[in-house]
Structure formats: C-alpha cells, structure tokens
C-alpha cells in the first residue's frame, strides 16, 4: 500500500505501509491507535517529506491544499543592499529561517520580496492589530490581488492573507494546509509560550521570522530555531545609521529624588525587601508570579505589593523627571516628540502637565489613526505612550525619543529607539532617558548596556549619581 499524508486539524497522519520504512523512529512522529496511522505536528510536514525522497518515495500528498490556490501578480519589490543580502540568505537557507534587522530598516519588505519570489499562498502573522492593518497596506502597494484579513472584525481569507498571532492561534488547526509560506513578524514573541502552538499546526515548508530583537541563546532561541529556521542574516543598527537609518545620538540624564521623596522611596522599597527577600531565600527558583501569589495570601505580603506599588509610582514622575521632561520639551520645542512612560497613570500625568497627547490602549483605533495623522503633519509635535508606540506602530517624523520610564531592558529600549530612526533629509534624532539613580532602574540601565552586543554607540550622561547606592543590587541585593 503507497503512503499517503493527509491533514488532520493541525497534525499530520502518515497513511499506509511500505516495507522498510518506520515512520514511528523519526523525530516527532508516534503511533495513534485511534485512527490506526503514524501522526505528527504539521510542522514537521517538510521534514517528512524529505525523509521519504531520500528513501526514493512519493507519497500522495492530500496536505498541500495552497497549491489549488491562485494568486495574482507581484509588482516589483525594490530592495536596499542589505535586504536583498537577507532575501539572498534566505533563499539559500532553503527558505527558512529568521532575519533580524533593527527597528526601521524596512524588514517587511524584505518579507514581501521573499512572498514575491515564493509565489506561493502566504499567511502573515503579526502581534497587534495595528501592525495588520500597517502589512495590508504595505501588500496593496506591490500586489495585485485582493489581500485577506482576519482580525478587527474582518473574517476575509485570501491566498495572501494577514492576521493577528492570537487569530492564528484560535484557526490553525483549518488554515494549517492552505498556505505554502509562514511570515511570522516580531517572531521573538514566541518559542517560549503556549502560542507556539500556532506554529507547529501549520503545514507551511517555507518560513520567514522578522525580528529586530532576537532572544539571546537558550532554550527561546532554539525553540524559534526549530519552528522558524536559523537566523541567516543580521545587520546592526551601527551599520545602518547615517544612510538607512537617521544618525542619533544617545543622552542619559541621571536625576535624584529629592529628599523628602528618597525618604518616601526607601521606607516603601525597605518594606518590599523586608518580605520579598526572606521569600527568595526560601524559593531561589520562584519568579516573580509565584511571589505575587504567595505575597496576596497574608497580610504582610499584601502590604508589601502595597509598598511596591508606592515605590514605583513614586519612581514613574518624581519632581526631579518631572522639571526635566519639562526641560527637555522646551529644548525641542520645534521637533516632534514621542514621551515613553512605564505605565498608561503615567503617560496621563504627562498628558495632562503637558496638555499633549496621549496614545494608550484607551484611545479607539480611529481616534489613535487621527492622532498619528495629526502628527505626520506637525500639527500635533508631542505624543506620549506607555507601550502601544514601542513596537510596530509606523510614526516615521518623530525625531526626538524621550524614555521617562520602563522596563529598562535592551529590547524595549531599541524599539523605543527604533520609532525615531526612520531616515529623511538632514535629519539627527535624539533619544533621552531619565534615570533615578541609587534605584532598580539605574541597575536595569547598566545591565542592559552590558547586553546590547556593542550594536549602539556609547551613551553621553549627564547628571551624578550614588555610586555607592547604584552598586548596591537591585530589590534581592540592595537599593539599585
């Protein structure tokens, strides 16, 4: 009996027997005594394939459904250099793989040019809604067909097809043999959550990640590697600014609290520590989530998470950032503006002190696409977000970066980074960070300085700061 492979909601099933081959022995493949056949993840389709060709076999293939699928004609992708060394690399990699490129440096046409040369039905899995849209309107410019979309309330299933990673998510196990290639954008949002998932039921043998923020080596990084392909192309921020990418320079400005406000901050942080720490102790391995459910079921802990939760308001826009921001506006009064803040209370504080606006997930997508528009024309000049501008959303005049708070970490620091760099004649962004030092947020500055792989030029600071407090470790360690 010939072998034959059909799709079965987001697995495959291995059909029939032929002597000599035991598809039981191959990597992800088991027995399913309910349906009397070998079954697999449907990512594993390719590998699979390539299994029986070596052995000179030919199955009837019933899983590739895209190639019944017509599409239309691709104008011309025109490409810089550096993304037709990417389109290259993953052509050779055997179209699979992931591609890391900084913030602004055009990944998504180096993804339209690799869905122009597949010429094959293609699913583009993006992280928000706002970056679905941004991918419909980047394929209408190139391609001449009707482009789907399924998310937003649109249910619109296309041979080139955009959605939402959560949408993928919920319809895999249908659409997991429609499409030929797997466009996954901001790709380092998975290998490491059940949303992973998604990728393993899709049949897809061509795959192409986007990202400008890999994960750093470790189980992430592999997982990605297997679902994806391995990064075959990377091109740093250093070696595009100043004719891809705007130049910039990089300010850092070291406040102190004042002291009425380090008094407040240490009695609040000190009964944090005076709970968290005995926990670390007993729990090394605990996170953070496991703190939080073991601290809201006694007294002390909630007053702890209490504390916390003052320290970081406190932290947020303190007077000292507060005069500063203040600065900093009036410095650059004629350029546009994006203000970063740790949270939505925050970016609200600034809005109202500032009469700017602000862009939070409150703000309707209408009233969000308004204010953008309003931006692009310089009628509005300042913008303030917590993390809805961090990633993905196209704001190509901003030219000045101001980081009031966040997580501190490399990755939101270089999307942050990344909305301002978008290239136009004689333009020199700036990107600004106000630091409290003697707290966690000068420690999380040094450590994400230490991870960013020498990709940026060195920081201008400005400002002095307790370097005897800054050394002290974060909450398991000391002050900062």
């Known amino acids: 009996m010939a072998l034959e492979l059909t799709f079965d909601r987001g697995t495959l099933l291995v059909l029939g027997r032929v002597p000599g081959v035991e598809p039981g022995a191959w990597p992800g493949v088991v027995w399913d005594p309910r349906v009397d056949a070998f079954r697999a993840p449907a990512w594993r389709y390719r590998e699979i394939l390539d299994r029986l060709g070596r052995g000179g076999l030919v199955p009837r293939d019933r899983v590739a459904a895209w190639k019944d699928w017509r599409l239309y004609a691709w104008r011309e992708v025109k490409l810089r250099p550096y993304q037709a060394a990417a389109l290259f690399a993953w052509e050779a990699a055997g179209r699979r793989g992931m591609v890391t490129l900084p913030t602004g440096s055009g990944k998504t046409w180096v993804a339209l040019a690799a869905m122009a040369s597949a010429g094959v039905p293609t699913l583009c899995v993006v992280p928000t809604r706002v970056l679905m849209h941004q991918w419909c309107h980047a394929l209408a410019r190139v391609y001449d ?3 789907g979309m ?3 309330g649109q249910r619109r299933l296309y041979p080139l097809t955009v959605t939402t990673s959560e949408s993928a ?8 043999q429609r499409f030929g290639l797997l466009v996954v954008d901001e790709a380092h949002h998975f290998g490491q959550s059940a949303r992973d998932l998604m990728l393993e ?5 061509a795959r192409l990640g986007l990202t400008a923020t890999p994960p750093a080596p470790g189980p992430q990084a592999e997982r990605l590697e297997e679902l994806l392909g391995p990064r075959v192309f990377r091109a740093r921020l250093a070696e595009l600014r100043g004719q891809y990418l705007a130049d910039f320079d990089r300010l850092t400005l070291t406040l102190e609290l004042s002291p009425e406000e380090r008094r407040a901050y240490e009695l609040d942080y000190g009964a944090f520590r005076a709970v968290f720490l005995p926990y670390r102790e007993q729990c090394p391995g605990g996170s953070w989530a496991d703190f939080l459910h073991v601290a809201a079921r006694t007294d002390d802990g ?3 998470l209490a504390a916390w939760r003052s320290s970081r308001r406190l932290l947020a826009f303190h007077r000292t950032k507060a005069a500063a921001l203040r600065w900093l506006l009036a410095e650059h009064a004629e ?4 203000i970063f803040t740790p949270d939505n209370d925050t970016a609200y504080r600034v809005a109202n002190e500032h009469l700017v606006m602000p862009i939070t997930c409150d703000i309707g997508r209408s009233e969000r696409a308004r204010c953008l528009e309003l931006f692009r024309e310089g009628r509005l000049r300042t913008l303030v977000s917590s993390r809805v501008l961090n990633e993905g959303v196209d704001v190509p005049e901003a030219d000045v970066g101001i980081i009031v708070g966040g997580s501190g970490g490399a990755r939101e620091y270089l999307q942050r980074l990344g909305r301002i760099l978008r290239p136009a004649p004689g333009k020199h962004a700036v990107l600004c960070e106000l630091i409290t030092c003697a ?8 450590h994400r300085e230490l991870t960013l792989d020498n990709d940026l030029p060195t920081l201008r600071h400005h400002g002095a700061g307790d370097a005897a407090g800054d050394a002290a470790g974060d909450a398991a360690g000391g002050r900062g």
């Open 439 to 446: 707290t966690p947020e000068s420690r999380r500055a040094r």
């Open 302 to 304: 909630r007053r702890a």
């Open 201 to 205: 039921m899709c049949a897809a043998p």
């Open 145 to 147: 067909g009707p482009v």
């Open 335 to 338: 350029r546009r503006v994006l």
């Open 150 to 152: 399924w998310g937003d």
């Open 169 to 176: 998510y919920r319809h895999m196990a249908v659409w997991g």
